[in-house]
């Protein structure tokens, strides 16, 4: 079982319509995938039409080794979702409270490995004990990054915080999220930062169709699946499969 946790310290970076896009072509490929939004913002469960409510609590889940008990199917085979509950703005103090709360969230997962091939989970901002949580559980840590200062800047952020806590930094992993090729400090960002081995050589433009997704309640490759923005999910998707990663296909 492989863990990806699409992060990102500030909103509005494409993060969530990523991890749903990824989810949903993980799934299309075969593989056994299961998508966790643990944003109480439930923008994922949107995305996925998923109505329904968590059994249970985010307590519950932490505690009581319920995580079974909070998987529902979605619409899309080999897809399952823990969709967003209000109980997961109460997760980070939760987990302030448990001992060894930087493992916890490891823990909690384990019981999945053997069930699912990937796991993606959509996380909310911040950098706190859930994040610290979701970076030592996680395989893979990744960022979109809209090609300017102040989203580069996070970047910056996190491997500091990565530093500190001393935590595994090769498991950060970056594409660029929302360019505009058009503008030109967009391409010189995109030009310096990459050719750091961070940076994924795919990357998602700014494109209308994104933003559908909200309208569908869907992946991209559902309601456009020949538009420019299903072309270039799919080629972030092959490459996260291809660079690297140990990742073969099933």
Not at 43 to 49: D, Q
Not at 67 to 79: C, M, S, V, W
Not at 126 to 135: C, K, R, T, V, Y
Not at 201 to 216: C, N, Q, R, T
Request: contains cysteine; aromatic residues 10%; glycine residues 4%.
């Amino acid at each position: 079982m492989v863990v990806f946790a699409l992060y990102n310290l500030k909103g509005g970076v494409g993060k969530t319509s990523s991890c749903v896009n990824l989810a949903y072509l993980a799934a299309k490929d075969g593989f056994s995938t299961l998508l966790w939004d643990m944003d109480p913002q439930g923008s994922a469960s949107f995305y996925c039409n998923s109505q329904q409510k968590m059994k249970g609590s985010i307590k519950k889940i932490l505690t009581a080794d319920a995580i079974g008990r909070a998987i529902a199917p979605t619409d899309y085979e080999n897809l399952d979702i823990i969709a967003a509950d209000e109980s997961a703005k109460s997760m980070n103090t939760m987990l302030e409270e448990m001992s060894a709360s930087k493992k916890k969230l490891k823990q909690v997962l384990q019981p999945l490995d053997g069930v699912y091939d990937f796991v993606f989970l959509d996380c909310p901002p911040g950098l706190s004990s859930l994040a610290e949580n979701i970076f030592s559980a996680a395989d893979f840590v990744v960022l979109p990054i809209i090609p300017t200062p102040l989203s580069i800047r996070t970047l910056d952020m996190v491997n500091v915080f990565f530093q500190d806590k001393k935590l595994d930094a090769s498991k950060l992993k970056c594409f660029f999220s929302m360019a505009d090729l058009r503008k030109p400090l967009h391409t010189e960002q995109m030009a310096d930062l990459g050719k750091s081995k961070q940076f994924f050589k795919s990357y998602i433009p700014y494109l209308a169709d994104i933003e559908k997704m909200g309208v569908y309640e869907s992946p991209v490759a559902i309601f456009a699946p020949k538009s420019q923005a299903a072309k270039f999910y799919q080629k972030l998707w092959e490459e996260i499969k291809d660079t690297n990663l140990d990742i073969r296909e099933g």
